[in-house]
């Protein structure tokens, strides 16, 4: 994996770059849509490429180790092939999913130990069997197995658990470096920094990831429930220690409004269910704000859902009807939105890709943030 | 509207034929996607038109009346403009749906009072007032308002049931020759046949009818829970009647091979949610026989979902992968399988009118009937 930093804003830190891998380019910044079990909810693989069109997607370890498990994406040749989606995916090292868990699950310092939140059996992720579950999975990006942190989190735990997070990707790297991938394509580590919302942790953890000399850093924790100035303060500190000429993702984020302030503090990758999951209770994000679709307003307003069309249903279909098929509870209407959000939300990536090429990135921002929060 | 009638099979009854409307042709035997609220359960208006290619779709109108309702339905222009959907739209009558509210519901001379299955708020359909509906909802084609009988069914019901059925119908003309179209393009009123499966009774109903001089004409009241002989029986006869040189609608009818049996009979329109229902459940049609998706035996199998390749998705995805999609209970599993099923049902309509045209319909269908009831 290579990472080239093409732009930087003059009025703040967001970077325009290009991460290429064994599966293509990705421009950067980046969303990744959401494929928690080997689909993005509601969407054609197809609509994906050609309409939505993300570089990358994600994957989540926890959920496809359970199913379809990691037997049938071996024989399949890999998740690549499984779902047939040709470019890049990321999996999650399930980390975050462990911890949701919460009752049903133990943390030790050789693993977590979990029961299947499907049918209650036992499981152990351990640093080294995340990073064989991710080989066999097959993606070209794999995280590092780490402990996400609650909000708020003691701080004598959030520095226990940052040791611990570190000491797991010590294991994590010697695994990667031990294993070779299974399908014909380079496996790139990134490793994660933790801390909670300390400062003096975050700093350490960032110190640390950045040691490692990994292609690419991230960083977890955060998105948890802290307030937004919280996390900004927490991405701008440790980006200021992770390197300059690696992609940064924040794992987790978030709001429109969210991407554009940590791509103003450095971010270059992101990921959230926030979309997908928002357009499945009616939800649409527009550039000029956000629209609860199931409101009666619209249940007369033929205007299309979205002039400024960033996929084919933006104005193949009109508001009212979307608001029908919400209203009687049809699949169709789950697909439209999905499409739409995502549809958006790749938009506006680019769109800041664009303008911080452009040097006008953050009078653009302080723009779009104010529109963005406003209800329509 | 005009049918022009193209081919006859010379061993058996199958006709192909072309019906052009307003809103295009559509070519005969033609099966019509169920578009209950003004949505193919799970599928794109596009994939709709690009990928399993009806002439026409089916709506309903007791759901359309409920939800959106008439009001917003004439403010948007009609159902076509709607749900953006260019070609051509039959709707029901509501009959069968009134029908199917047993005990919400009391059927007089005047019309059916019923309780929506929504709110049970209390409604009244009358012949003409149906008629009005459908002209609100802009159909091409409108059904006559109807008494669908149970099976089995008294006679002497039965009896009472199609003469009123008869009445209602003369009302239904009357309530037609009286308005206009609402939205520019022509609607066509169909009539009827009833009589359950007396034989006696369709022949008086089909003579009815007949003499109504439609632009085509349908046979209701089958498919509900009758041996698929009777079905068969009823049909041929009644077809026998019916004028040759008008479209014969068989409603809410049924498996692959019922459609078949009923082309070799003269039919020339169907309707069934079987498609998509049955999708929706794991089902899938095939020309070699149908496939249960959920079963374990197709969790390793990475064989395209069909090489027959109907539509796009049956070979972008794998029966591996689908059957994953049905087990983790995702969306898209649905849509696959919709897409899947419906496009082999308009493929299985074209190949049989280009048997027909060919003059080998008849020893097709019966090696497509003996496949096609194989379970793989």
Same mark, same amino acid.
Do not use: C
């Given at each position: 994996m290579t990472f080239e930093k093409l732009a930087v804003d003059p009025n703040s830190k967001a970077r325009a770059g290009?991460?290429?891998?064994?599966?293509?380019?990705?421009? &950067? =910044? *980046?969303?990744?849509?959401?494929?928690?079990?080997a689909t993005v909810k509601g969407v054609h693989q197809r609509e994906l490429k050609e309409e939505i069109n993300p570089d990358i997607i994600l994957g989540n370890t926890y959920h496809l180790y359970l199913r379809p498990g990691t037997d049938i994406l071996e024989k399949a040749g890999g998740l690549h092939k499984f779902m047939n989606w040709d470019r890049n995916i990321l999996t999650d090292s399930g980390g975050f999913q462990v911890y949701s868990l919460s009752a049903n699950r133990k943390i030790k310092e050789n693993g977590v130990k979990f029961k299947s939140h499907i049918d209650g059996s036992t499981h152990l992720f351990t640093p080294e069997g995340v990073m064989d579950i991710q080989r066999k999975i097959g993606a070209d990006i794999i995280m590092a197995f780490d402990e996400c942190t609650p909000y708020p989190c003691d701080y004598r735990y959030a520095k226990r658990s940052m040791h611990m997070t570190h000491r797991w990707l010590d294991r994590c790297v010697k695994r990667i470096n031990e294993t070779d991938p299974l399908y014909g394509h380079n496996q790139t580590l990134f490793p994660?920094?933790?801390?909670? &919302?300390?400062?003096? $942790?975050?700093?350490?953890?960032?110190?640390?990831?950045?040691?490692?000399?990994?292609?690419?850093?991230?960083?977890g924790g955060l998105s948890v429930g802290e307030p937004d100035d919280? /996390?900004?303060? /927490?991405? +701008?500190?440790?980006?200021?220690? $992770? =390197? +300059?000429?690696? =992609?940064?993702? $924040?794992?987790?984020?978030?709001?429109p409004v969210n991407l554009l302030e940590n791509i103003a503090l450095g971010v270059d990758m992101f990921d959230c269910v926030m979309p997908t999951r928002n357009?499945?209770?009616?939800? $649409?994000?527009?550039?000029?704000?956000?629209?609860? *679709?199931?409101?009666?307003?619209?249940?007369?307003?033929?205007?299309? *859902?979205?002039?400024?069309?960033?996929?084919?249903?933006?104005?193949?279909?009109?508001?009212?009807?979307?608001?029908?098929?919400f209203s009687v509870k049809e699949l169709l209407g789950l697909q439209i939105a999905s499409i739409h959000n995502l549809g958006f939300y790749l938009w506006l990536m680019r769109e800041a890709r664009q303008k911080i090429i452009d040097g006008t990135f953050r009078t653009w921002k302080e723009q779009m943030v104010k529109n963005m929060n406003t209800r329509l």
């Open positions: 290009k991460i290429t891998t064994d599966h293509g380019t990705i421009e &950067t =910044p *980046i969303f990744m849509p959401v494929g928690t079990r994660i920094v933790q801390g909670s &919302t300390y400062k003096d $942790l975050r700093e350490q953890s960032a110190e640390y990831i950045a040691n490692v000399g990994a292609e690419g850093n991230a960083i919280e /996390m900004y303060a /927490m991405t +701008e500190h440790v980006n200021s220690i $992770l =390197p +300059e000429d690696k =992609p940064r993702y $924040l794992m987790g984020v978030g709001t357009a499945r209770n009616g939800m $649409l994000f527009t550039a000029n704000g956000f629209i609860n *679709i199931k409101n009666k307003k619209w249940e007369d307003n033929f205007s299309a *859902i979205d002039e400024n069309a960033y996929t084919w249903v933006d104005t193949a279909y009109s508001k009212a009807y979307l608001r029908h098929l």
